[in-house]
């Protein structure tokens, strides 16, 4: 399975029965344990169930996360050495309204080094 597979099927194992937006998932992401969650089942995603039992009562005090009509965004601490694992969800309206930031998010989520061309 492929990190773009991982992450989508994570995100989906984070949204929970009963919500009706994306901003519990978004809370759940940055309470979860701070490791690499792709080493558990070799990029098998963990069920909704593991990832309740992985969550820490509360998100460590320098996780973020920010919920709009259009885009979400989380920062998950993970520690002094990696900082954060960051999350960003948009629709086509948000990126039709901000397209060079689209764009460059799009970027940012597949190459690592900004002066690469």
Known sequence: MSRERFDADLLRSLVGPGDHSIGPAMDRYVA???YDLSIFGEWTAPRHEQILQWKLPEPPPAARVAVDEHLAQAARY???FFGYE??????????????????????????????EL
């Open 78 to 80: 993970i520690d002094d």
């Open 32 to 34: 979860l344990e701070p």
């Open 86 to 115: 960051q999350l960003f969800l948009f629709d086509t309206r948000w990126a039709a309204a901000h397209p060079d930031l689209a764009l460059s998010l799009l970027r940012y989520a597949t190459h690592w080094d900004p002066f």
